[in-house]
T-cell receptor, first 117, second 112 residues
């Protein structure tokens, strides 16, 4: 069973540019969450999508946006990149809450390492 | 204030030795607690998952304990190996499962 796939693995962009990251969840998983991880802040929640709808959002500026497609694949977009956006961006997928047991875990992808120069 | 506090921030141990990592949380209500291992530059990988009614869960050389009364969890690594060098992250879930609370992690370095 394929895991969570994130592309690309590495990305270098310049300030002011925009970037799109992709996440393909485990087959059958309809929930996709995005996280930003930096050495100073640890893992921070960006947003979660379920059935093409953003269900929850973290405390990030509007430059960070996302969407989910009918096949549950999700994309995250960051516009007007800043140096501080350099981070490891992780996505995680899971079954719908009503279908999984309470001890079911999220599965993370390997992440996209974004460097803004 | 972070609702999940981990200690120590980092530690160095010799190969073959044991170590224990701590996680204190204030998330309430609480549904389950997870420990993840994250190698540098990779995504976190689940080690153990415990619901509020479980006290201990093992995964090979990794054993997690949970005291829901004191809101404390620990992860014990037995007979450490070089491959255990990683960051270990404690994640706590309220019943609204998508609002996970993450600890900052403990970086473990195992030396030969």
């Amino acid at each position: 069973k394929a895991g969570v796939t994130q592309t690309p693995r590495y990305l270098i962009k310049t300030r002011g540019q925009q970037v799109t990251l992709s996440c393909s969840p485990i087959s059958g998983h309809r929930s996709v969450s995005w996280y930003q991880q930096t050495p100073g802040q640890g893992l921070q929640f960006l947003f979660e999508y379920f059935s093409e709808t953003q269900r929850n959002k973290g405390n990030f500026p509007g430059r960070f946006s996302g969407r989910q497609f009918s096949n549950s694949r999700s994309e995250m977009n960051v516009s007007t990149l800043e140096l501080g956006d350099s981070a490891l961006y992780l996505c995680a997928s899971s079954m719908t809450q009503t279908k999984r047991p309470p001890n079911y875990g999220y599965t993370f992808g390997s992440g996209t390492r974004l460097t803004v120069v | 204030k972070n609702q999940v506090e981990q200690s120590p921030q980092s530690l160095i141990i010799l190969e073959g030795k044991n170590c224990t990592l701590q996680c204190n949380y204030t998330v309430s209500p609480f549904s389950n607690l997870r420990w993840y291992k994250q190698d540098t530059g990779r995504g976190p990988v689940s080690l153990t998952i415990m619901t509020f009614s479980e006290n201990t869960k093992s995964n090979g050389r990794y054993t997690a304990t949970l005291d829901a009364d004191t809101k404390q969890s620990s992860l014990h690594i037995t007979a450490s190996q070089l491959s255990d060098s990683a960051s270990y992250i404690c994640v706590v879930s309220p019943p609204s499962d998508y609002k996970l609370s993450f600890g900052a992690g403990t970086t473990v370095t195992v030396r030969a």
